[in-house]
């Protein structure tokens, strides 16, 4: 039997979660895998406040030393969030030797590539499976089981509160204000949803799910981003009359050797996995050359879900023998970003358009000068002086759709409400 | 850069996928992983038959004694299938110290303990993935992300065939016998369509699933078995009224400490996951205690999405260092097998009355003798003679259900046409 000792910053909802389990599940540890875990110290922001029954017996301290400067601690789990205090111990933690168990995605979206170098410098592991989908055991997948693989595309439902959101808005005809506010009550949203309802939380996953998939360390700023805010449900329903579902996705894509990547709302066809995902969940569906198309559906969230990623990181790691633990296996690539040009998918686009003869034939004149085709056009009854258009295009590339927005933000009379993206389906799991 | 040589038994449609893959994969295995593979030898039934010319280049013999006799040989990987010659194959092969990697479902459900300790006893690696729902890396997420949790039920859409059919029946309003048809056209039912119609390659599955998930060997005569030769047009249209789709689901679950095996067509709620996973596809919803509910999704077979398992297995062989590499990381359990008291279920139950006053009055005190509660009662027009009456129970156990069912078998004028299981939804992945 093996013992390993135990450094845990933080004791909020994921570390609770974390000393609950260690606690409920030791004897199937050591019978599985001959080993116990002891959580020897747990280093807390405010010594005062109320701490969970369960986690009592723990030694907490509000001094990061009596984990970092403690040679008895082999593994360090860090529960505290943010990128400051937490890069620092981190940083800390690798450089003593300590393995290193995270579930910040804030802080690995951006530094992931480089703390793990620091890791193997030392000849320690750094773990993240919590980070990305909380319960959902994606990047292990991508790590192991589709290694041999050659990912071409990622979409992910990977903030929960968004997803939350839309279907609610879907289930009950709410409003976004109303859906917000249920979310707000039930605490799957903050007082301030900016980071959920804007992307900006999905965008933290989907940098750490490219690195993995495609080698690459991305800046947020190189993702295309959007937001919930402006849907309706008068969007909602016309999605669903022409077969799709709205989701907040987040889009990883080879198209033509370079990658694209976006976090915005999506049509996705009614009969697509990903469409049928509903309320806080979250789905990452990843399209392999080989391997065809993969979901991995789950709770995205949750002290027991995010928990088990912890502590299955912790298995991984006391059982990865004498291999230098990586947990992201895709090395470092050169796989280039997309352009505008190469940003090619069809469009769901709304306008409103002032209700005067000629209107549909200046609209189309607009789309005419880049080139792009119509697959679907719907035009509704006014309201008032205006009328709603909603126009479905064959695939164009944002180089052919930028100069129609810039003129047609110039024009008088029309306006675009929104323009969103269909999902791209790939081939993958082709058979020849 | 280490180099691993490799035989492999049969070079039909799984192998010739893996040698392809090997091939032009290569590159990016030698630079992730520092390995390279080298297909030294392949063993076929007929040496004649035509194979793919992307395949040309090795060396094929049909005497195994070429592999199994090789010193040069590290890694077999047996794609032959069946319970015989691949039984002889894996154990020779084990014996020789040869690390295996196979597909081969038939042997593995019930010689899978036991060849993994022959495995383990000769100090190599056993590794079968593609053995259960092909393309999707179920086994190792159970066997790895999923070891820190203990798993409360498993539920899976696991044999691509009766998955189609019911699919397309319900898609295009088709019977039974046409969308049969239909998947013998495409190549997905063979000749004789049993082993997939009454679910006995779906309880393959299942007995390895099962032993991943509990660490018990099951034999398939524990698995209560049902398939779907008999669902109709009407069944599918009654039960989407109610809110439900029919899918031919294995399930394991654990009840009262107990565990309940079967594959039998289970209504699953339209909301669940798994009720809008279509055609071909596999999907394997996993509940566990803490993780909560999990689903894996994708193609469950096909050339390239199996064969990448396979490769998958490779990697994941030649990455476990000094570790004995074992891929089950179950360790054996005493867990005892439900009996019909433990078997509790909500049912859907459809039968034919003869049409004569009190036959409503007479049928309920049949389910009144066993106290078994109605949730549900819908009795149709009559044709004929005969009126059809479909009843969703309240749970009730097997052992409560079967007097009923013996009753009703012994009386005149009353005839169950179906009793499936409605799917048991455990909580699992709790807060508290
Ligand atoms: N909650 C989830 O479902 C979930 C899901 C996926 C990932 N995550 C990630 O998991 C991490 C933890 O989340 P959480 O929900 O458990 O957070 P939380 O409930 O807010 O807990 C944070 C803990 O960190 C402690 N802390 C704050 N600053 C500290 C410092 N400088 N030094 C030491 N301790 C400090 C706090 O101490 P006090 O208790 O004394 O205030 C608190 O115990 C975050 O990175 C989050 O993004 C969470
Ligand atoms: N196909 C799938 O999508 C799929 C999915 C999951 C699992 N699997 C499993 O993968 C395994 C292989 O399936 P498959 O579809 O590739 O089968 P297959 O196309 O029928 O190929 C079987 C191969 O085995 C060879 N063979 C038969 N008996 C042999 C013997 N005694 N010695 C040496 N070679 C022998 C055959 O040789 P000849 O070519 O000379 O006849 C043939 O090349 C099976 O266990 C199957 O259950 C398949």
Chains 1, 2 share one sequence.
Request: proline share 4%.
């Amino acid at each position: 039997m093996k013992n390993y000792r135990i450094g845990i910053f933080g004791l909020g909802t994921v570390a609770t979660g974390v000393a609950k389990i260690l606690k409920e599940q030791s004897h199937i540890y050591a019978e599985k895998f001959a080993v116990s875990f002891e959580i020897v110290q747990v280093v807390v922001h405010n010594l005062d406040k109320k701490r969970d029954p369960k986690t009592s017996g723990l030694t907490i301290s509000d001094d990061p030393k009596t984990i970092l400067d403690n040679p008895d601690i082999d593994i360090v789990i860090e529960l505290v969030g943010g990128k400051t205090a937490a890069k620092t111990i981190i940083e800390k933690s690798l450089k003593a030797k300590k393995h290193v168990i995270t579930a910040n995605k804030d802080l690995i979206a951006s530094q992931g590539r480089k703390l793990s170098r620091l890791a193997s410098e030392n000849h320690v592991g750094l773990f993240y499976e919590a980070a990305v989908a909380g319960g959902i055991p994606i990047l292990r997948a991508l790590s192991t089981s589709l290694a041999s693989d050659d990912i071409e595309q990622i979409n992910g439902i990977i903030n929960g509160t968004s997803n939350f959101i839309l279907s609610q808005m879907r289930q009950k005809q709410m409003s976004y204000h109303d859906a917000l506010t249920l979310a707000q009550e039930k605490g799957f949203a903050e007082a301030d949803p900016t980071n959920d309802v804007d992307g900006i939380d999905a965008a933290y996953k989907l940098q750490i799910l490219a690195d993995f998939a495609f080698g690459k360390q991305i800046n947020q700023k190189d993702i295309q981003m959007g937001g919930i805010r402006t849907i309706t449900q008068t969007d909602l329903q016309d999605v669903a009359e022409l077969g799709y579902e709205i989701k907040l996705l987040a889009n990883a894509t080879i198209i033509a050797n370079k990658l694209a990547l976006s976090v915005e709302p999506t049509l996705v066809p009614k009969d697509h996995p990903l469409a049928s995902v509903q309320n806080e969940n979250n789905a990452v569906f990843v399209t392999g050359k080989y391997a065809g198309g993969l979901m991995f559906y789950g709770p995205g969230a949750g002290e027991f879900p995010t928990a088990n990623s912890v502590v299955a990181d912790l298995l991984s790691l006391v059982n990865s023998g004498d291999r230098p633990a990586v947990f992201n296996s895709h090395p470092d690539s050169e796989v280039s970003l997309a352009g505008p040009k190469d940003r090619i998918a069809s469009r769901y686009i709304v306008l409103t358009v002032t209700n005067r003869p000629g209107a549909m034939h200046k609209l189309s004149a607009f789309f005419l000068m880049s080139n792009i085709n119509f697959r679907n056009i719907r035009q509704y009854d006014p309201i008032g002086e205006t009328t709603r258009v909603v126009i479905i295009t064959y695939p164009a590339s944002d180089a052919q759709l930028n100069p129609v927005k810039t003129t047609i933000k110039q024009a008088r009379g029309v306006k675009i409400i929104h323009e969103f993206k269909l999902l791209i389906e790939p081939k993958g799991g082709q058979r020849d």
